[in-house]
């Protein structure tokens, strides 16, 4: 039950885009569609962003796009807006019926 | 709306015991599978245990199994867990999450409550 490999930190511009990747193994990540992505503000409990790969949940901007490629997934925002910065997660199923997270990802908007 | 409320979070000494309650309202508790999810003092979230809407498959993270049980009332719409033998590095606030329609991912999560585990 390791956990998924994501970058410990990335930045950008308001207006540009980023992308963060989550790394797992065709027993998580590669195997199933079911990865979620949840942002995290300090102190708040996590927010579902994305979930089977790229879909959004309602009331979440169409800024918020997820993608999968072999054992890799990605979570891309565009047009960064301040609001943006806190800590990112992905998350996924596993072929022993449990699920694991990534490392986490801070975002801050420069 | 979805509501997760956890309870039963304080400082308790390593090998002690304790059990967390979280109170489920604003969906149908008993067709939800339920989750617990960790997150230690400035550090990233752990997934801890889930359960199936009625209560008969429970998995459990490697660092936990053995040592802490998840289970269910839905006749009170309530998830508990119950820790035992509890570290150290069990300190860490504890989440409610539920799963979301069909699919074995979470969308909602309670605000959480904290667990500490010092002498």
């Known amino acids: 039950q390791s956990a998924l490999t994501q970058p410990a930190s990335v930045s950008g511009s308001p207006g540009q885009s980023i992308t963060i990747s989550c790394t797992g193994t065709?027993?998580?990540?590669?195997?199933?569609?079911?990865v979620s992505w949840y942002q995290q503000d300090p102190g708040k409990a996590p927010k579902l962003m994305i979930y089977?790969?790229?879909n959004r949940p309602s009331g979440v901007p169409d800024r918020f796009s997820g993608s999968k490629s072999g054992n890799t997934a990605s979570l891309t925002i565009s047009g960064l807006q301040a609001e943006d910065e806190a800590d990112y997660y992905c998350s996924s199923y596993t072929s022993s019926n449990t699920r694991v997270f990534g490392g986490g990802t801070k975002l801050t908007v420069l | 709306q979805v509501q997760l409320v956890e309870s039963g979070g304080g400082v308790v000494q390593p090998g002690r015991s304790l059990r967390l309650s979280c109170a489920a309202s604003?969906?149908?508790?008993?067709?939800?599978?339920m989750h617990w999810v960790r997150q230690a003092p400035g550090k990233g979230l752990e997934w801890v245990a889930v359960?199936?809407?009625?209560?008969?498959?429970?998995y459990y993270a490697d660092s936990v199994k053995g040592r802490f049980t998840i289970s269910r009332d839905n006749s009170k719409r309530t998830l508990y867990l119950q820790m035992n033998s509890l570290r150290a590095e069990d300190t860490a606030v504890y989440y409610c999450?539920?799963?979301?329609?069909?699919?074995?991912?979470?969308?909602?999560w309670g605000q959480g409550t904290l667990v500490t585990v010092s002498s």
């Open positions: 999450a539920k799963d979301l329609p069909v699919r074995p991912e979470i969308d909602y």
């Open positions: 089977e790969v790229s």
């Open positions: 065709s027993s998580d990540v590669g195997g199933y569609n079911y």
């Open positions: 604003g969906f149908t508790f008993s067709t939800y599978g």
């Open positions: 359960i199936s809407y009625d209560g008969s498959d429970k």
